[in-house]
């Protein structure tokens, strides 16, 4: 398997045909993977906001002076009104805030950027990013698309790539009924395959003023396993979320 960044992609602005510029820049094959940063999706579809945007109701000025208190850091609350707006549910509000967005990912300040995001002060993910990469899908000469973000894990350090939104593909690989090496069926393991694939890509996107939003996946092969359309976990089957739903921060 091969992984390449897409070279010379100009800075990205709403209304651009992102796959038409993709597509410009590297000769695509059919069963190429395509990776795309939730940064570049978001401008093109006018995600960027100012922070005026988003005036602060009571219930976000109070998170922001809760969160101003613990963290000795002044907070805006119009930055807390945005994530209010953004998620379904807070799962968390301290000492940070951990949401559910509309299209089902958990993460926190319901993954808005405040980075990247010149003439503006936010930068919101995109609304329904398996449709974003459906369009992209339907400007390439590639039949797979991932939309990726980064964000952080419970009990480890620092950020890695996730998928957010995909076409052409399933997310998961389903290696239930398969037996292991010792003849022993698997009874739970499905491969978040797109995962994966968008941790990989973002070794090779890099991170800071020398990223780039764009990596092509060659040469990977699904093998013959099942797919598995599920992603994010349902609210039922949740049980970090539940007990993260009782639990409250001690100051």
């Known amino acids: 398997m091969e992984l390449f ?119 919101l993910l995109p609304e329904r990013p398996s449709d974003s990469a459906e369009r992209i899908r339907s400007g390439l000469s590639a039949d797979r698309v991932l939309v990726t973000d980064t964000c952080g894990r419970p009990f480890r350090h620092g950020q890695r790539g996730v998928a957010i939104g995909w076409a052409g593909m399933a997310p998961a690989r389903d290696w239930r009924g398969e037996a292991d090496r010792d003849g022993r069926e698997l009874g739970v393991t499905v491969e978040s395959v797109a995962d994966e694939l968008a941790a990989a890509a973002n070794l090779v996107a890099g991170e800071g003023d020398g990223g780039t939003p764009v990596v092509v996946v060659r040469d990977f092969e699904w093998g013959d396993h099942g797919e598995h359309d599920a992603h994010f976990r349902d609210v039922d089957g949740d049980l970090i979320r539940q007990a993260v739903r009782g639990w409250e921060f001690d100051e």
Do not use: W, Y
């Open 5 to 123: 960044a897409v070279p010379d992609l100009p800075e990205i602005r709403e209304g651009d045909d992102l796959g038409a510029l993709i597509d410009d820049r590297v000769d695509l094959r059919p069963d190429d993977v395509v990776c795309v940063a939730s940064t570049v999706v978001s401008k093109v579809e006018g995600r960027a906001f100012d922070l005026d945007d988003f005036p602060a109701g009571p219930r976000a000025r109070e998170i922001a002076a809760r969160l101003s208190e613990i963290s000795g850091d002044e907070k805006d609350p119009r930055f807390a009104q945005a994530v209010l707006e953004e998620s379904t549910e807070v799962i968390m509000d301290a000492p940070f805030l951990l949401t559910e967005s509309r299209f089902g990912h958990v993460g926190v300040n319901a993954g808005i950027d405040r980075s990247n995001v010149p003439g503006h002060d936010l930068l």
